[in-house]
Structure formats: structure tokens, C-alpha cells
């Protein structure tokens, strides 16, 4: 971020456009008139920097609820990827507990430099409504290389766990 001013101060004090300088000759139009300030320009600059380090969300979170099974490793829709620098955040929390007992795990999975790469969190064995896991993987991906997720499930007794999933994909500048 070099060359980045990231403590620019709001310039309230400074006017938003400039006045008519007084020094131009009786008639002369003031080309400089009504534009913006240099203080003004250096701090939306400074925004529009801040702005353009900041994550960008790649796509809609992937979303899905009552859900009793594994999930394939399934890509995460965000169009054609560029390689680049990613985070992948999740939330899965059992929204039905099995009558005897349950597991849930959650993996990212992606490609870096042509080697499969993979992120698995830890087991959830809680069974109960307010087991839940987060996490976030920052990774490095190749260029047209998916993003994918999946979940290993498993559920003991004659009521099965459900639970609820959401994947949330960012490009890290």
C-alpha cells in the first residue's frame, strides 16, 4: 500500500468548491471556479484508495438450510475466477438434533499452483440446536480454478440432524 495516505482527515473546515479568485482582471471568467479544493480531492482520493484495498465479495453467500445430507464438493457460484488471493468464510449450525447423536464437517477445497489444496474443519459432534461452527480460509487460487465446498454428514437414531450452511467467497486485493 505504498503511496497510500490510509489517515486523511475530513476537511469540514475547507470550503467544497472554490470561490472566484479575486486577483483575476474585471470580466475574466475563472476557469478554477466552482471546482474542488486540492484538500477535497486528497481526501476522497484517500477514500477511493481505502476503498479499493478493502475485500470485494465475489459472489451471493451460498445458503442453505434443513439440510440432512453430505453436500458434494460443489463450487462456490462466482463466475470464472481470477488467480488471486481469496477468503472463504462459513457458518454451519445444527438446526435439528438426531435422536442419538450426529457429525458435520465442512471443507474448503481449491487449486494453488496445479496442486488440489483442501481445508477441513473440525468435526462438530455437538448434537444440539446450538452447535455451531465458523471459520475462515484465506487461500491463494489459480485462475479458473473453482472454489468449492462440501460437508461429510452423520446422523444416528430415528430423527436425523438438519442443520443450516452458509459460504460467503471474497477476493482479498
Same mark, same amino acid.
Given at each position: 500500500?505504498?503511496?497510500?495516505?490510509?489517515?486523511?482527515?475530513?476537511?469540514?473546515?475547507?470550503?467544497?468548491?472554490?470561490?472566484?479568485?479575486?486577483?483575476?482582471?474585471?470580466?475574466?471568467?475563472?476557469?478554477?471556479?466552482? @471546482?474542488?479544493?486540492?484538500?477535497?480531492?486528497?481526501?476522497?482520493?484517500?477514500?477511493?484508495?481505502?476503498?479499493?484495498?478493502?475485500?470485494?465479495?465475489?459472489?451471493?453467500?451460498?445458503?442453505?438450510?434443513?439440510?440432512?445430507?453430505?453436500?458434494?464438493?460443489?463450487?462456490?457460484?462466482?463466475?470464472?475466477?481470477?488467480?488471486?488471493?481469496?477468503?472463504?468464510?462459513?457458518?454451519?449450525?445444527?438446526?435439528?438434533?438426531?435422536?442419538?447423536?450426529?457429525?458435520? @464437517?465442512?471443507?474448503?477445497?481449491?487449486?494453488?499452483?496445479?496442486?488440489?489444496?483442501?481445508?477441513?474443519?473440525?468435526?462438530?459432534?455437538?448434537?444440539?440446536?446450538?452447535?455451531?461452527?465458523?471459520?475462515?480460509?484465506?487461500?491463494?487460487?489459480?485462475?479458473?480454478?473453482?472454489?468449492?465446498?462440501?460437508?461429510?454428514?452423520?446422523?444416528?437414531?430415528?430423527?436425523?440432524?438438519?442443520?443450516?450452511?452458509?459460504?460467503?467467497?471474497?477476493?482479498?486485493?
Amino acid at each position: 500500500m505504498a503511496g497510500i495516505s490510509l489517515n486523511v482527515p475530513l476537511p469540514i473546515q475547507d470550503r467544497i468548491a472554490r470561490a472566484k479568485r479575486e486577483n483575476l482582471p474585471a470580466g475574466q471568467r475563472d476557469e478554477l471556479e466552482g @471546482t474542488m479544493p486540492d484538500v477535497w480531492v486528497k481526501y476522497f482520493q484517500s477514500q477511493s484508495d481505502l476503498a479499493s484495498q478493502a475485500p470485494a465479495v465475489q459472489s451471493n453467500p451460498v445458503s442453505v438450510s434443513t439440510q440432512a445430507a453430505s453436500i458434494a464438493a460443489t463450487p462456490i457460484p462466482s463466475g470464472t475466477l481470477r488467480a488471486g488471493n481469496y477468503r472463504v468464510s462459513y457458518y454451519a449450525r445444527v438446526t435439528r438434533a438426531a435422536t442419538v447423536s450426529s457429525t458435520l @464437517t465442512v471443507t474448503i477445497s481449491w487449486t494453488d499452483g496445479g496442486a488440489s489444496c483442501s481445508f477441513s474443519g473440525a468435526a462438530m459432534t455437538g448434537n444440539t440446536t446450538t452447535t455451531v461452527q465458523s471459520g475462515s480460509v484465506f487461500l491463494a487460487s489459480d485462475a479458473s480454478a473453482p472454489i468449492l465446498y462440501s460437508t461429510v454428514y452423520g446422523s444416528v437414531g430415528g430423527t436425523t440432524m438438519q442443520y443450516k450452511l452458509i459460504v460467503a467467497l471474497e477476493l482479498i486485493p
